[in-house]
């Protein structure tokens, strides 16, 4: 049975000067579905993703999680919100100063969770993109892929209702962080990917969508 | 990690410091301000109003004054002195020698009227001899006409120039603990916005902050009033007669200090939220 996660409606934004980012975006995002939202630099991919975490509040439309609206009266906090979303950002935003342990648990210590069960799905996360060893090391120590990683295993160790990923054109979210979002739709999670173009290396999922935008 | 940790731990030590020398500013002026307050209670608390009185006064022109004396604004207490008396104490004083001879007494029978010491001012003494002067068994008024002008000139002086000083070094501290504090905010403000992005809330960025904040006041309310206290101990060895602040100076001291880091932690917290 799949429930309503994700509901936009007509979504629109305008820049400073009063020019369109995003026009006219709709779609409904299910439990177990996966939609791709694909364009070119600058179509406003990275907008919507603000929009969708409450970052950037949209000029037209309407906007609803689990059917609960985004932005009218009534609507959930923005915390709330994040809470229940799980986030690739085009930026890694990482804590610098922390471990790769404390950066995959941050995404969990909000959710008030047991400490008991942060570490345990922390540390399976980092096992699934093979940090296990890798766990107590600063992230500073890093590679750009590897910090890439790192988001995905935020993401994992979360296991969030709602998964959206602002990938880039690099090869380890392509082919590594792509396909493995795609798997979670399994366990029932809506994923939402934000890509210049979609992945060649995904496996066709079942529930796949695309919505290109110009 | 660790050049992290000691990047913050350095930055809210020298905001601890810079405030904790702030404070005692402040402490320092708050006791100055209250010894010279002191001062002044006591210069005051020694004031008398003298009243000479005709040798032809009746005793019901006498009760008319001694209730006009009672009426007076800020009135203690007075002292009634026969022209006997003041001659005893002059000879007392003076010896035999420079008084008149042939058992001639000059003085004049007098009454000697306290006030409360906050009232006893120049502009007080100055209505009561107004009043006074005009009552026929009144012979003259004496009071320290010119050195209480002058001393209230010089209290008011400084009074004045201790409540600007303080009203600045207070700004100051408000200046020294918010910068200090923005900047302790502005060094983690990148990771507060990602634990924005990953669902904290107001209270779990601001809280740590606000926590931050009052413990900078009250470590700074502490270090400073200690060193005060060090300072004003050694000042003592110096035979200054200076006590220490009061209680209700060290409230202030504290309230300034406390209220400076935690209105300091709000404004910073609010702009890492918006």
Redesign the interface.
């Known amino acids: 049975m799949t429930d309503e996660l994700l509901r936009l409606e007509n979504i629109g934004c305008l820049n400073d000067r009063g020019l369109p980012l995003v026009e006219q975006v709709s779609f409904v995002l299910n439990t177990g579905g996966i939609l791709w939202v694909t364009g070119p630099v600058g179509s406003g991919k990275t907008t919507l993703l603000e929009v969708l ?1 409450k ?1 950037r509040r949209p000029d037209v439309g309407k906007l609803s999680f689990r059917r609960q609206p985004l932005w009218d009266r009534g609507c959930i ?1 923005r ?2 919100l ?2 229940q979303i799980g ?1 690739i ?1 085009q930026e890694d ?7 790769v342990f404390e950066n995959t648990a ?2 969990l210590q ?2 008030g969770c047991s400490r008991s069960v942060l570490r345990d799905q922390t540390y399976q996360a980092l096992a699934e993109v093979g940090f296990t060893a890798k766990a107590e090391q ?1 992230v500073h120590l890093l590679s750009s892929s590897e910090k890439r990683l790192l988001s995905l295993a ?1 993401v994992l160790a979360k296991m969030a209702p709602l998964v959206i990923a602002d990938l880039n054109t690099c090869e380890v979210d392509q082919k590594v962080i792509a396909p493995r979002l795609e798997t979670l739709a399994s366990y029932g999670c809506g994923v939402l990917i934000f890509s210049k173009q979609r992945s060649q290396a995904t496996p066709q999922a079942p529930v796949t969508a695309e919505l290109m935008l110009r | ?1 660790k ?3 000691a990047s913050k731990t350095t930055g809210l030590v020298g905001v601890i410091l810079a405030a904790t020398v702030v404070v005692l500013l402040l402490g320092a002026g708050i006791l100055l301000q209250e010894n010279l307050h002191k001062q002044e209670q006591k210069f005051r608390a020694d004031l008398r109003l003298e009243l000479f009185l005709r040798d032809d006064t009746t005793p019901a022109e006498l009760r008319e004054l001694i209730d006009q004396v009672k009426s007076l604004t800020g009135y203690e207490s007075f002292d009634d002195q026969d022209k006997a008396e003041a001659y005893a104490r002059m000879q007392g004083t003076l010896g035999t020698q420079l008084l008149p001879a042939g058992g001639y007494n000059p003085f004049p029978n007098s009454l000697i009227v306290s006030f409360i010491p906050k009232t006893a001012t120049f502009q007080n003494f100055q209505s009561a001899e107004n009043r006074l002067k005009s009552i026929r068994c009144v012979e003259g008024i004496r009071y320290p006409k010119a050195s209480l002008m002058s001393q209230e000139n010089v209290y008011s002086f400084f009074g004045k120039t201790a409540t600007l000083l303080m009203l600045l070094v207070t700004a100051s501290l408000f200046l020294v603990v918010w910068l200090g504090i923005r900047r302790i905010a502005l060094a983690q403000k ?2 507060s ?9 107001w209270k ?1 960025i601001g809280l740590p902050l606000l926590g931050r904040g009052l413990f900078v006041g009250i470590a700074a309310a502490v270090g400073g009033l200690l060193l005060l206290y060090l300072f004003w101990h050694l000042s003592s060895r110096l035979s200054l007669q200076l006590s220490f602040i009061t209680g209700n100076g060290i409230a202030v001291v504290v309230a300034c200090s406390i209220v400076a880091g935690a209105v300091s932690a709000v404004v910073a917290a609010r702009s890492q939220l918006k």
Do not use: C, D, P, W
């Open positions: 975490i970052e906090k915390s709330q994040r809470r986030v950002f935003y990482l804590l610098t100063e922390h471990t941050a995404a909000f959710t600063g935020r | 990690m050049n992290g940790f990148e990771e916005r990602i634990l924005l992005l990953l669902g904290a809330n779990q």
